[in-house]
């Protein structure tokens, strides 16, 4: 199997986190963010994940993916049920991204190795979430309060019973 990746990307992470629960071979592929021509070629738009299984199968859905990885063994991983954490992670998502994404554009990852691929990058995210330079000087106020939204969660947590078993919230959270 052949999962094509970015590093930073939390929908890949999703996707990757599952062949390690498993501890299922795969190779990982990772594409420069300026690769337009390798997604679109393999399922019509620019996307990741991407998965092609042995079988030439195309899944372009990272929790797709996990579904279908954790699956193929007949013995599911993810068995245990879904948790409150899921609207917890919806609710603060956007303030982790605001936070995370100029970071990861000043970041070593192999996706942007070269500066076309960076740059490709930037101006993709600041036409979603502004300025890259103005998300780092509104940090202090995004840390507070992604840190108030940390106090809900531990609470959500702590309600939580205790289960040794992983649920699809589990790679859900891993990834927010």
């Keep these: 199997?052949?999962?094509?990746?970015?590093?930073?990307?939390?929908?890949?992470?999703?996707?990757?986190?599952?062949?390690?629960?498993?501890?299922?071979?795969?190779?990982?592929?990772?594409?420069?963010?300026?690769?337009?021509?390798?997604?679109?070629?393999?399922?019509?738009?620019?996307?990741?994940?991407?998965?092609?299984?042995?079988e030439g199968e195309i899944i372009g859905e990272?929790?797709?993916?996990?579904?279908?990885i954790d699956a193929i063994t007949g013995k599911p991983t993810l068995s245990a049920p879904a948790s409150t954490v899921e609207a917890w992670i919806e609710e603060v998502s956007r303030l982790i991204y605001q936070l995370a994404i100029p970071r990861w554009s000043y970041s070593d990852y192999p996706e942007f190795k070269n500066e076309s691929a960076r740059t490709y990058f930037t101006q993709k995210k600041e036409n979603v979430f502004g300025s890259f330079s103005t998300l780092m000087k509104e940090s202090p106020a995004l840390i507070k309060?992604?840190?108030?939204?940390?106090?809900?969660?531990?609470?959500?947590?702590?309600?939580?019973?205790?289960?040794?078993?992983?649920?699809l919230t589990d790679i859900l959270s891993e990834s927010a």
Excluded: W
Excluded at 11 to 17: K, Y
């Design 1 to 54: 199997m052949k999962l094509y990746v970015y590093d930073h990307c939390p929908f890949c992470v999703r996707a990757r986190m599952i062949f390690g629960l498993k501890n299922i071979p795969c190779e990982i592929v990772f594409l420069a963010n300026d690769d337009e021509t390798t997604p679109q070629t393999l399922i019509g738009k620019k996307m990741l994940p991407i998965l092609v299984t042995d």
């Design 62 to 68: 990272s929790l797709d993916i996990v579904r279908y």
């Design 145 to 167: 309060a992604v840190n108030i939204k940390l106090i809900d969660l531990d609470q959500i947590l702590a309600a939580l019973p205790t289960t040794e078993r992983y649920s």
